[in-house]
């Protein structure tokens, strides 16, 4: 029974660790959106998010960092990008842009995700956990 109450923990803190993560970058995206209402340039804001789900994959995990990313990505799309309340972005530049910040905190939450499980190294003779 002992093994049964460690993965039902594991699944538990992998959980919270998932729902706090995506959170963190949801809430961080609606602060943005209502910032974004004052700056003439919008897409700007955007930029933040790059190091943001990076922050965010390294201490809440990979899957916090690529939802919290999405949850962000339909944030701005609805509440900062014309037209206001729907899932579509009229300007192609800041399709562009979405695009491109999306991709490079992709890519930032890959590099910088936490590693439960540290990859084997040469001299280890291949060994894992």
């Not at 809430?27 to 959106?33: D, E, I, R, V």
């Not at 004052?38 to 899957?63: D, H, K, M, Q, Y």
Request: charged letters at 15%; aromatic letters at 10%.
């Amino acid at each position: 029974m002992r093994g049964q109450e460690s993965i039902n923990r594991g699944f538990l803190r992998s959980l919270l660790d998932t729902l706090t993560g995506t959170l963190l970058c949801t809430w961080l995206a609606l602060t943005a959106a209502l910032l974004a209402q004052n700056i003439s340039r919008p897409l700007s804001l955007l930029v933040i998010f790059v190091p943001a789900v990076g922050v965010v994959a390294r201490f809440w995990g990979f899957t916090a960092a690529m939802l919290g990313l999405t949850s962000t990505v339909f944030v701005f799309c609805a509440a900062v990008f014309a037209p206001i309340g729907r899932m579509e972005v009229a300007s192609a530049d800041a399709r562009t842009g979405i695009f491109w910040v999306a991709l490079c905190a992709g890519v930032a939450a890959y590099v910088f995700a936490r590693r439960d499980c540290p990859r084997p190294q040469p001299h280890e003779g291949g060994k894992s956990c």
